[in-house]
């Protein structure tokens, strides 16, 4: 029995986790799959969407590698098949054929002129590329630069040293941005980004014909309040916050922890191409969704009867 043919019988005998794509889930990313294992010679190799479960488990659950339960692939297989495909641009482009199929859904071009700009630092594992230390947030470890449309799907990331300064991740996000969408004139960012001795970033886009907004915090505020549009960012980081693995930077390579943010997006919106989107969690989740309905409704106002 070929290991394709054992790997579809053995997700078929087994009991399902929860983590596990649902069949409409799966019907919107198999397609975008490559179709053949790259290390077998063109050969077929594991059952392609028990390998997705595979590395679908190390996401949600946030265990290592190693500790995948016996009744999935092979903990190398997965790892292989997600380090290949973070190599050769197989994430990105299941990840940006589905992020088109759901603003084209949501009604929007598949083109965004307008998006969002904000950066998370968080703690990594021991050892790895890219470590440094965010003396403003006083955390250890790297800086995830995320740029997302207004559904707060991603467009670019990149993920740094913690050290980098916003303005400068800013400015390398911003220029990847420009060179994949050509519509793209409008992008709020934080205070961290310009003020009033640096205007470097917003002086920078100026030139490129792109113009940045700066959404502040009002004066005194203190604790979390959904700022206007910025809400739309916090939101994306809190998609990404229901992944364990996502809780820290686990990744040894800067580039695998991008594409474990691509993977979780992928996830995201092959479950609300399926209609089967997730419902809202905690407080930025929920007051995310309700500012989201009251835009929807404010540009797509309901015909009189």
Known sequence: MGMCAW????????????????????????????????????????????????????????????????????????????????????????????RDRVRAQAGRDPQPSAAVLDAQSVKTAEGGAARGYDAGKKVPGRKRHLLVDTLGLLLVVWVSAASVQDRAGGRRVLARALGRFPLLGKVWVDGGYANQVDTSLVDWAAARSLAVEVVGRPAGQRGFVALPRRWVAERSFAWLGRNRRLARDYERKPEHAEAMIKVAMIRLMAARLAGEDYQPHGPIETEAARRLAQQDDHDHPASPP
């Open 7 to 98: 790997g579809e019988r053995q997700r078929r005998h087994r009991s399902p986790y929860p983590l596990d794509l649902t069949d409409a889930q799966w019907a919107q990313i198999r397609p975008l799959l490559p179709t053949r294992d790259p290390a077998r010679g063109g050969r077929p190799g594991y059952d392609r969407r028990l390998v997705v479960d595979t590395i679908l488990y190390v996401l949600r659950a946030g265990c290592a590698w190693r500790m995948v339960p016996h009744d999935l692939a092979p903990w190398s297989v997965a790892y292989r098949w997600y380090a290949t495909w973070a190599r050769d641009g197989t994430w990105d482009r299941v990840h940006d054929r589905l």
